[in-house]
């Protein structure tokens, strides 16, 4: 497939797999993706894997994240993961805002956008999550949520950090749910979210900046919707779980 952008394919385990599980399925996936170039691949396995994980994929393709990171430094902070921490187990990349984090732990688009900015000042690259709800689709609200949250989330960012920021669009009620977003619906919002990059940055920016789809991907779907224009890649949720559907997924892409 010919983009203008590397696609951009991340899998996000949530709360699943322990160590030695995670060990099996990226050893699975190392197998299966070996001679993918044409698509960075990441695995955001949760924290207690990814010491695990950061070995065995030393030598290969795949690139590691993490879920959610905080805001601050070292320091007193119960409960709570650093930068400094991540590093140290070679992560690149960084989910922030996820739906569920929106709505479990109440995080607003200012703090994910103060995560950003320490994501990038630690040089790993966030992925910002941002999506409608149901009722808001259905209420006409998709592009003023949409607005909100990428103005929100990414407040505060240079130029150039924006580059190195992947923006992933999730609609809520197709996250788990079986139920994706169509090769319409998808395109319309990701065009709608490089506009919005246009006039917070500018066009070579917006450009420049992969935006995700996330939202029930699977084998069977990844190809359409990776052939619209404004998708430059996948957030995967349940189909990353299996070596099968996620390589697919990856597979189809290309
Ligand atoms: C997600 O949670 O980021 C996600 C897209 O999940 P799923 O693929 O399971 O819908």
């Known amino acids: 497939m010919n983009k203008e952008r590397k696609l951009i394919i991340a899998g996000n385990w949530k709360m699943n797999k322990t160590a030695a599980e995670a060990l099996d399925l990226v050893n699975g996936l190392k197998r299966e993706l070996a001679s993918v170039k044409e698509v960075d691949i990441v695995v955001c396995p949760p924290f207690t894997a990814l010491d695990a994980v950061s070995k065995a994929i030393l030598d290969s393709n795949l690139r590691l994240g993490a879920q959610n990171m905080s805001e601050n430094g070292f320091g007193a902070y119960t409960g709570e993961i650093a930068a400094g921490m991540l590093k140290e187990f070679s992560v690149r990349f960084v989910i922030l805002g996820h739906s569920e984090r929106r709505q479990y732990q109440k995080e607003p688009d200012a703090l994910i956008s103060k995560k950003a900015l320490a994501v990038h000042a630690a040089a790993l690259k966030p992925i910002v999550c941002v999506g409608e709800t149901l009722a808001e ?118």
């Not at 319309?188 to 940055?201: D, K, W």
């Open 137 to 254: 689709r259905e209420g006409g609200r998709t592009e003023q949520v949409l607005e909100t949250q990428v103005t929100g989330s990414l407040d505060g960012l240079s130029k150039e950090q924006m580059v190195e920021t992947v923006v992933a669009y999730e609609p809520v009620w197709a996250i788990g749910t079986g139920k994706t977003a169509t090769t319409e619906q998808a395109q319309s919002a990701h065009a709608f979210i490089r506009g919005v990059l246009v006039r917070m940055f500018d066009d070579t920016v917006a450009r420049r900046v992969r935006i995700q789809y996330g939202g029930s991907v699977k084998p069977s779907n990844a190809r359409e919707l990776m052939s619209q224009p404004d998708v430059d890649g996948a957030l995967v949720g349940g189909a990353s779980l299996e070596v099968r559907s996620f390589a697919d997924i990856i597979k189809n892409s290309i």
